[in-house]
């Protein structure tokens, strides 16, 4: 997924969680910031 984000390297939740979707992965947006989060 790294390689998808944009040249300024930030995306938003939204962008994150259509990504996933795109693997076959259906995810909340609250979900994408919690693990965000955690990361630090």
């Known amino acids: ?3 998808r984000l944009p040249a300024h390297g930030e ?3 939204d962008e994150l ?3 996933l979707a ?3 992965v259906e995810v ?5 910031g ?3 989060i955690g990361l630090g």
Request: glycine fraction near 16%; charge should be neutral; proline fraction near 0%.
């Open 34 to 36: 919690g693990f965000g």
């Open 1 to 3: 997924m790294l390689e």
């Open 11 to 13: 995306a938003t939740l």
């Open 17 to 19: 969680c259509v990504e």
């Open 22 to 24: 795109t693997r076959g």
């Open 28 to 32: 909340h947006r609250a979900t994408v």
